[in-house]
């Protein structure tokens, strides 16, 4: 199933805002439970024919019909299109968010074939082609959607330094609904 409950989400959204006015949630101070408009299909399809890519599915019905970030878990989700007002800052996640739009970056074959558990150093670039960074849990750790192979449509989390990576949800819907459910 790849239709979202926009609305759903929004009014879940908005409950989760209105729970934690002053932002103490991890990460609500960076997403600041917002959400942006939804990408015009014209959008999505130019990304995916730039970067010579098909998103998955439930990705891709998100950014279409609720929106593009950056209300979500951990500091939030990194919107699809444009960089975040802020890009330019020295925050990390901006320049993970530039090179996965690198030429050719996005549509490379994913090279693991199985989680890779473990520290694994600073040395992550030959793990992550074929993945977009969705966010940012902070300390180095990413949260990355894998874009092709068998393993695409996972969500698996990039902890260089004790945890290797390794996938953490089936794909985006579930790892989007556990946000939206915590209390």
């Known amino acids: 199933m790849t239709d979202w409950d926009a609305d759903g989400v929004r009014a879940r959204v908005r409950a989760m805002a209105a729970a934690d006015p002053r ?18 299909e ?33 500091h939030g989700l990194m ?3 444009v960089p975040r007002p802020e890009a330019g800052d020295d925050w990390a996640v901006d320049g993970e968010w530039e090179d996965d739009r690198r030429p ?5 074959a994913f090279p693991l074939a199985e989680p890779r558990p473990g520290a694994i150093g600073a040395d992550t670039e030959a793990l992550t082609p074929g993945t977009l960074m969705l966010g940012e849990l902070g300390c180095g750790m990413y949260v990355r959607l894998i874009l092709n192979g ?13 945890g290797g990576f390794t996938p953490v949800h089936r794909g ?8 939206l459910e915590q209390e």
Not at 23 to 28: H, I, T
Not at 48 to 63: D, K, M, N, S, W
Not at 150 to 162: F, H, Q, V, Y
């Open 23 to 40: 932002l103490e949630r991890f990460g609500a101070d960076t997403h600041r439970y917002a959400l942006a408009a939804p990408l015009p």
């Open 42 to 74: 014209t959008e999505i399809r130019a990304f995916e024919e730039r970067h010579g890519i098909a998103l998955p599915a439930e990705y891709r019905a998100f950014v279409a019909e609720v929106g593009d970030g950056p209300a979500g878990p951990d």
């Open 79 to 81: 919107p699809l299109a």
């Open 104 to 108: 050719g970056r996005l549509a490379a």
């Open 150 to 162: 068998p393993r695409a449509g996972e969500i698996w989390m990039l902890d260089p330094d004790w």
């Open 172 to 179: 985006f819907r579930d790892w989007y609904t556990a946000w």
